[in-house]
């Protein structure tokens, strides 16, 4: 693929590096730049990367109405050399190709994209947030844009990929054990529908349950299936839980389940640098309810790119009633994972072949 460069002039980009004044949230920055590429007469054309800022949209654009938009989260790392690595991109592209059918819109090349996710990265490398725990997020979207109001397919479409300089998804961190909402009032997905995909619609059919989660103290919701018999994920994040034995067991993936490129990461990765055996099972909820009261369950939390390891310290209820994890802090085998994912992503723990994408300077 041959990228266009249509940057801004050289006086108004970035020329030092990024030292952010006072702690960085999530996702509010932007970098200089974004990539652009379209799609019309069944062919991706005219791969660009020019200034970041609004684009044009027809009031009729299908996204608008009927919420064809299809999405990733990923992150970029600096390391000690002072080079920019980008983690696992290939799965999140491979992602976006799992999800692009799910709302019937066109795939793009893996190779394509994470070219394209290296060239913006290498272009705006300067505003790697230089501050201890922050990342470069990297957000690739596509929309139906075609002026249509009818109830099918766009016929064109808008790839794009734009980057935030951020720091922890909960403004705690890793330090402070967050508490989640366990619901059977809303719930994310339903089979044969789009839980497994990462679509647009999905977050805003959980934006109720999230502002309910956060009325009780929560921070998100960890969603049931629809007949309330099984843990399945939370709003943003897939779910883990460690037993005493030393067993981290994440839900078995389903199509309600997205597929975590961390939790992936996580169960790939096995015990002997974990220290726990990560697998996959099915979680009846009442099971695990009874695990946390036993004590036979000791640990808990998620797995995201922005959530990275978020410790959970208790679940809360609609009756306001709630039940602690262990003794609410933060365990060993949550910290270890949590040191074992965060030093590949940082460079200072070896990454398996293939896991980090080092940007290369072309621009
Ligand atoms: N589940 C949901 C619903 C998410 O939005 C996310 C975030 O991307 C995850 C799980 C975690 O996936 P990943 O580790 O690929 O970021
Ligand atoms: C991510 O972790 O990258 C996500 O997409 C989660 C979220 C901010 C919606």
């Not at 720091?167 to 044969?192: C, M, N, V, W």
């Not at 009261?293 to 790119?305: D, N, P």
Request: with cysteine; charged share 20%; net charge neutral.
């Amino acid at each position: 693929m041959k990228i266009r460069y249509d940057l801004k002039p050289a006086a108004q980009r970035r020329t030092a590096p990024f030292t952010p004044q006072g702690p960085l949230s999530f996702g509010q920055l932007r970098t200089d730049h974004m990539f652009l590429m379209d799609y019309a007469d069944g062919g991706w054309r005219d791969p660009r990367i020019v200034p970041y800022g609004p684009f044009s949209l027809d009031p009729g654009a299908v996204v608008l109405h009927y919420s064809q938009e299809i999405f990733e989260g990923a992150k970029a790392f600096k390391h000690a050399d002072g080079e920019i690595q980008a983690f696992r991109i290939d799965k999140n592209a491979e992602r976006l190709n799992r999800s692009a059918p799910g709302v019937c819109m066109p795939t793009i090349p893996v190779e394509d994209q994470v070219q394209a996710i290296l060239a913006l990265l290498d272009v705006d490398r300067l505003w790697f947030p230089e501050q201890d725990g922050a990342s470069l997020y990297i957000r690739p979207f596509m929309i139906g844009t075609q002026d249509s109001l009818g109830v099918k397919p766009s016929t064109r479409y808008l790839f794009c990929v734009f980057l935030s300089p951020s720091g922890p998804y909960y403004p705690k961190g890793f330090t402070e054990p967050i508490k989640l909402l366990i619901s059977r009032r809303f719930h994310r997905a339903a089979p044969g529908g789009t839980g497994a995909i990462k679509t647009g619609g999905n977050y805003a059919a959980s934006l109720r349950a999230g502002v309910a989660a956060h009325e009780l103290g929560a921070s998100q919701v960890l969603f049931l299936d629809t007949t309330d018999t099984w843990i399945e994920e939370a709003g943003a994040m897939n779910h883990f839980h460690v037993t005493r034995g030393g067993r981290l067991v994440i839900p078995t993936f389903t199509d309600t389940i997205l597929r975590s490129v961390t939790s992936e990461s996580v169960l790939a990765l096995g015990a002997a640098a974990l220290g726990v055996e990560a697998v996959q099972e099915r979680i009846p909820l009442a099971a695990f309810l009874e695990g946390l009261k036993s004590g036979e369950i000791a640990e808990a939390g998620g797995f995201g790119t922005a959530a990275v390891v978020s410790p959970v310290g208790a679940y809360v209820f609609e009756d306001k009633s709630e039940v602690k994890v262990g003794a609410g802090g933060i365990g060993p085998h949550t910290r270890q994972v949590y040191d074992v994912v965060t030093g590949i992503q940082r460079g200072t723990r070896p990454a398996p072949a293939g896991w980090m994408f080092k940007v290369p300077r072309i621009a």
